[in-house]
């Protein structure tokens, strides 16, 4: 008879091609057997009837704060949050402090995800005017999902704005380069004609359309010209989407729950918890960034995750810190967009693990396979919960989407084989690991 380490019974399994009843026998941390596991055993089942099994989904751009400030998040706190949200893995943005822009910072955080991470963590290391000779070796170094590009300003002071500096880092280097896609020049020179206190709508305005489509026609030209793949993050713009059409062979593209989620009547509801960048944009551009979904332009969904004080959110705009939390809520979310029929449970797994998987390289994750991580999401699509910002785990303690009600939730996180979340509750102690990349 057939053991196992662990056998999910009786789920309803998202696979690449279909959703089919399979059995799922774990061993040693991957995926041992698919399919009918009746006369097999285990020394833990789940019984998984009514439930959705999908391959672990992953947060590809989140920002956990640490180093930084505890008050607001750290790697124990923010992943902690992931699973908690039915993720199992996320990729955490380099914009710390100090950022992580060099090999001994890379080290530090590596060494500091073990006994603190409950899901597995892909690390990005920040560009600089100043690493840009040193950029090839350290995405070649372990762990490392990808080199980030500040293109236009945003939290930090990562900027590399410049043409000429934009292509000594497309030369450095050969994996796919992420870039936050704005125009540094056109947002300092329009700065002037707003002021302190002003509504936060103006956000968008000042972080225009135009920024966002200059910032990725530069980012286009210079890729073409040096061959350099790329990956376009937060693409907030119907113009932008409708340009990248004609760059899949050398760019990817990232699209946020956020933007296919929230308007801007948003600014209103909201105030400075509205406040993000790139922006919230109007209906227009939510309408385009879910054709584009629909379409296949659109390769990733993250959430940006990137957790601030109520102080430094209730200043006014445009002193407003920019950015949202989002990892805790991305997957109920997603689900509702599913049972709002806006997309299928095998696109969504699509967009949340084989397409990061995909994008950045990560071994042996994004889909249920034989020898793949053992990493599952588990989903009841029957379930219909509110999200409440007591459920929220990231010391900051806000969502924006507090009082949203979500058909679909997640109730069970597995990885490598380890279930660390069942029903609301964490389990064991943290086991999260750096993540491979090729």
């Known amino acids: 008879m057939a053991r196992y380490d662990l056998i999910l019974r009786g789920g309803q399994v998202v696979l690449p091609w279909a959703i089919e009843p399979l059995d799922i026998g774990v061993r040693e941390g991957r995926i041992a057997a698919l399919g009918d596991l009746r006369r097999a055993e285990a020394e833990q089942e789940l019984d998984c009837a009514r439930l959705h099994v999908l391959p672990g989904l992953m947060d590809a751009h989140v920002h956990l704060r640490e180093p930084g400030d505890p008050a607001v998040e750290t790697i124990a706190t923010g992943t902690r949050a992931a699973v908690l949200g039915g993720l199992t893995a996320v990729f955490d943005m380099p914009n710390t402090s100090p950022a992580i822009t060099d090999s001994a910072q890379l080290a530090w955080k590596r060494a500091h995800i073990e006994g603190r991470a409950w899901c597995d963590m892909g690390l990005y290391v ?4 100043r690493n840009i000779a040193e950029l090839g070796a350290l995405e070649a170094e372990p762990n490392v999902c990808a080199i980030k590009v500040f293109a236009g300003s945003s939290t ?12 000594a880092v497309m030369r450095s280097g050969r994996r796919r380069v992420c870039y936050h896609s704005e ?8 700065k002037g004609q707003f002021r302190s206190g002003q509504p936060h709508r103006n956000h968008m305005l000042w972080r225009d359309v135009e920024c966002a489509l200059l910032g990725t026609k530069r980012l286009m030209a210079l890729a073409r010209k040096t061959g350099r793949p790329a990956h376009i993050l937060h693409v907030s713009t119907a113009e932008e989407l409708a340009y990248l059409a004609d760059y899949r062979d050398i760019c990817t593209v990232e699209v946020l729950l956020n933007h ?3 308007t801007d009547e948003a600014y209103e509801r909201l105030g400075g918890y509205a406040v993000m960048n790139p922006p919230i944009r109007d209906r227009r551009h939510l309408e385009a960034a879910w054709e584009a979904v629909r379409n296949g332009t659109v390769d990733v ?9 109520r102080a430094a959110k209730e200043r006014p705009w445009p002193e407003t810190a920019a950015g949202l939390t989002g990892v805790q809520t991305l997957v109920p979310l997603m689900l509702d ?14 967009l949340m693990s084989a397409g990061p998987a995909r994008v950045y390289g990560a071994v042996n994750k994004g889909r249920i396979a034989m020898g793949y991580d053992a990493d599952f999401t588990l989903v009841d699509m029957a379930a219909s919960r509110e999200i409440t910002e007591d459920w929220i785990a990231s010391p900051c303690g806000w969502t924006p989407f507090a009082g949203h009600r979500c058909q679909g939730w997640p109730v069970g996180a597995i990885i490598r084989g380890h279930v660390v979340m069942r029903e609301g509750e964490v389990l064991g102690a943290p086991i999260g690991r750096p993540i491979a990349f090729r």
């Open 156 to 167: 930090g002071d990562l900027l590399v704005e410049d043409d000429a500096s934009l292509e």
């Open 183 to 190: 125009d540094e020049y056109r947002l300092q020179a329009r």
């Open 260 to 262: 296919l989620t929230q």
């Open 337 to 350: 967009h599913v049972s709002q029929g806006r997309l299928s449970l095998l696109r969504l797994a699509d």
């Open 126 to 129: 920040g560009a600089t005017k």
């Open 301 to 309: 969904v993250g959430s940006d995750h990137a957790p601030h004080s």
